[in-house]
């Protein structure tokens, strides 16, 4: 005969479903809660049975342990249990070992209950449960979790703790979701383990393929090992949920570039689980409003982040500049950004000051490998795009001619991704494109417009609205154009320099239209076009003068206007002299009423310029 002492009573582990229960045993369960008919009993989390008030031996109350016996298991899963008092009894545990999946491998397990070990890369609050972004070495994996709608779930659990996730493989929306039973945090070795286990794997998943680039070229592929690394660095964001902010200059050439890294992380982030939205919020593209990276910019972008950090547990961003972020200009913008750790990355060809490296964990410049401006933003930012993630490659690979025509590169670059792409895209067509987004950005003003540009390039594929759009854009463009040049070519100031360069002055301040398209440092542009044919020959220099700035344009005359700035700054005191911008175009910031002082000293720098013959 039995003794008491032996008989078994079964605890149920976590990960334990119906298949781990059988009739006839005796389990501990807990009080979940009582209906007219009897009270139900948790072996589990997740599995609960009931107990008819026949069967009920004592009186209880919620979160009661105790012994229950299954007398079946019916066809719907449902169980019927019965209560057993037994003093005297060996306990023993039905662990099912819970095999970790790999977040890729999911999506072969629906219905059933898994385990994922992770590291939490965002914690959401809904106005049901408590979404908490996973990721594994393998990919990205939101799990719901819910104790009460609106209110927090594992509340000990926080952003970038590594944990072990129990719960059902779900289709929601069409998308995979784990319905938690549990997370736990781990610790001590168990964490380490899993860590080092996540980073090693993503680092090899962040590595760039090895690729070509679309066009030859010596100085490009001396960047390569650069333009590896930004790619690596944005693949790594993209795949441990790191917001991206990517802000560029607001000109053709700096959208050009914006919009090919667009294309390969929006199509990075999609690919890689998450949900819906996540393109949206893990990826924002802005304008920046000075040709540089401004306080007002950084300061627009650490207030969103960090309330995007406290309000929905994102982490804080990773933050790439292109055809901008190179200058001293944009220090005081790193130096406030530096105070809460946020790692920059620069795609950039205006020259480069040497002092603002400290601040950027990458930059890619030409200048760093012997070659110059003319190799633009949009060739640089396009090769890092297909670097980053090569299935955009069809979608983005007239981009760098478009760049090159729209900033006027005169880099034998130019003329190899403009045969690249010469069938669909012929020079004409490149500038049409290029005016069209300078114009476009006027009227976004500071708004990304992410749909209509990608219309302008021709990216959503819908080319006869291309062609539309770019069409009427380009009648608009030139008619206002064409007013801005009646209005002020008759009001140039022409002025011959001993050099042999000539200086023409425009003030585009009281001879032009203000607050129009082009704006002066277009206005100046267009200015110099004209000027350069009716000079054919010619060193030519172009001032557009405003009350408080100057736009500059050469051809043929070897100035290097950042470096006049710094000297002005010095030889003129009470100038509040500032600027820059590439070597021979540029601009430069004074105070209105030192205006003349300031031109006079510039000219006269312009005149001990070299000049072409
Ligand atoms: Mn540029």
Redesign the pocket.
């Known amino acids: 005969m039995q003794q008491n002492d032996d008989i078994p009573v079964y605890r149920l582990g976590a990960t334990c479903d119906l298949s781990d229960v059988s009739e006839g045993k005796i389990y501990q369960g807990k009080v979940q809660g009582f209906a007219n008919f009897g009270m139900f009993v948790q072996l589990n989390d997740r599995i609960k049975g009931l107990v008819h008030k026949s069967n009920m031996k004592s009186e209880h109350k919620e979160k009661d342990p105790v012994l229950v016996r299954v007398r079946g298991i019916r066809p719907n899963g449902n169980i019927d249990l019965e209560e057993m008092t037994i003093q005297v009894y060996q306990v023993q545990n039905i662990e099912r070992k819970s095999t970790i999946v790999r977040i890729s491998d999911l999506s072969g397990r629906i219905g059933k209950t898994v385990a994922i070990e992770g590291e939490v890369a965002q914690i959401k609050q809904t106005s049901g449960p408590t979404i908490f972004t996973i990721i594994d070495e393998s990919g990205t994996q939101n799990v719901a979790a819910f104790v009460e709608a609106g209110v927090r779930a594992y509340p000990e659990i926080e952003l970038n703790d590594i944990v072990r996730v129990i719960g059902e493989v779900m289709v929601r929306n069409n998308q995979l979701q784990i319905e938690a039973d549990m997370i736990t945090a781990l610790t001590g070795d168990d964490a380490v383990v899993v860590e080092v286990r996540i980073e090693e794997a993503l680092n090899a998943r962040a590595e760039p393929a090895d690729i070509p680039l679309l066009i030859k070229s010596d100085a490009m592929e001396r960047l390569r090992p650069e333009m590896k690394k930004i790619a690596r660095i944005i693949r790594k964001a993209v795949f441990v949920s790191q917001p991206i902010i990517l802000r560029h ?1 607001a ?1 053709a ?2 959208i050009c570039s914006a919009v090919a890294i667009e294309q390969a992380v929006v199509a990075l982030i999609r690919e890689s689980g998450a949900d819906f939205d996540a393109e949206n919020y893990l990826f924002k593209r802005a304008p920046s409003k000075a040709p540089f990276y401004e306080i007002e910019d950084i300061t627009r972008d650490l207030d969103f982040s960090l309330k995007d950090h406290i309000r929905f547990g994102q982490k804080m961003p990773l933050i790439l500049l292109t ?1 901008n972020g190179s200058t001293e200009e944009d220090e005081p913008s790193y130096k406030i950004a530096s105070v809460y750790d946020i790692p920059f990355v620069v795609i950039d ?1 205006h020259h480069p000051d040497a002092t603002i490296d400290k601040y950027l964990v990458a930059h890619v410049n030409p200048y760093h490998v012997g070659g110059d401006f003319g190799i ?2 949009g060739m640089l930012g396009t090769e890092v795009a297909r670097l980053i993630n090569p299935k955009v490659e069809p979608a983005i690979r007239h981009i760098p001619a478009i760049a090159g025509v729209g ?1 006027r590169s005169e880099a034998p670059e130019r003329q190899r991704y403009l045969e690249l792409v010469k069938d669909q895209y012929p020079e004409a067509v490149c500038k049409d494109i290029a005016l069209a987004l300078d114009y476009e950005q006027f009227w976004l003003r500071f708004n990304d417009g992410r749909e209509i540009i990608k219309d302008i390039l021709n990216i959503t594929g819908n080319t006869d609205r291309h062609k539309k759009l770019v069409a009427l854009l380009v009648d608009g463009a030139n008619s206002m154009i064409d007013d801005q040049m009646s209005a002020c070519m008759p009001h140039v100031v022409y002025r011959e320099l001993p050099s042999g360069a000539k200086v023409f002055l425009i003030d585009v301040e009281i001879h032009a239209h203000k607050f129009t398209f082009p704006p002066p440092g277009k206005t100046s542009g267009e200015v110099h076009d004209r000027l350069c044919k009716s000079n054919e020959g010619s060193p030519v220099v172009t001032i557009g003068i405003g009350p408080d700035f100057a736009v500059l344009r050469s051809r043929g005359v070897l100035m290097n206007i950042p470096r006049m700035v710094r000297e002005l700054r010095v030889e003129i005191p009470g100038g509040g002299i500032s600027g820059g911008g590439h070597l021979v175009v540029g601009s430069i910031k004074f105070v209105e009423g030192m205006r003349s002082v300031v031109l006079e000293a510039l000219i006269k720098k312009i005149g001990e310029a070299q000049v072409q013959k």
């Open positions: 200059h000109d050439d700096g055809d060809h633009t933003a900033d």
